[in-house]
């Protein structure tokens, strides 16, 4: 059963579009860039052998934001990464592509935060253009994707109980 969320919105157009993007990301296949690197616990590490096949909950930041800045937020997903650890069914991907310019600051950066979990970096900026159905709003960049590649669910679990419910729900699919 796949789940549609839709976003609150002000005017009826925009939840005509809001809809229509969640759909088209809701029939697609997501593909992770081609050249990843990974920071964990203070080092650059390999990418596990199951990166790509293994469902997860992917929180991609793109390069308009502060990467810095994002990745200081990310303790929000503490409690979701534990859970998917202990049951072994999913992984928390978080996916910065930041500025070609930035990138080797922001991996150095990144080690010294000594973060408790993997932080993916794309190293090419090709996700977005890899998967032209997601929308350039930042709204659209939490999703939970299957086994199968194709979007489960999309919104922040974090953002709210009723989010979070649903994400429980299609985690479980």
């Known amino acids: 059963m796949l789940f549609i969320l839709l976003f609150l919105s002000a005017c009826n157009g925009k ?7 969640l759909e088209k990301m809701l029939e697609s296949r ?11 616990e203070g080092e650059e590490i390999e990418i596990s052998s199951d990166f790509r096949k293994k469902p997860k909950l992917l929180v991609y930041i793109d390069s308009v934001n502060c990467g810095e800045c994002q990745i200081s937020k990310f303790f929000r997903f503490d409690a ?3 859970e998917g650890i202990e049951s072994g069914d999913y992984d928390v991907v978080l996916l910065l592509s930041p500025k070609k310019q930035e990138k080797e600051s922001l991996i150095e950066k990144t080690k010294l935060f000594y973060l408790p979990y993997p932080v993916y970096f794309d190293v090419n900026n090709e996700f977005l253009s890899r998967n032209e159905v997601i929308p350039g709003d930042a709204q659209y960049h939490t999703m939970y994707i299957g086994k199968d590649s194709r979007v489960k669910m999309v919104g922040d679990p974090t953002a709210g109980e009723k989010i979070k419910e649903v994400f429980d729900c299609v985690k479980g699919q």
Request: a positive charge; glycine letters at 0%.
């Open 30 to 40: 997501i593909h992770l860039p081609k050249e990843v690197r990974c920071v964990y």
């Open 15 to 21: 939840r005509v579009e809001t809809r229509s993007a």
């Open 80 to 82: 979701i990464r534990e």
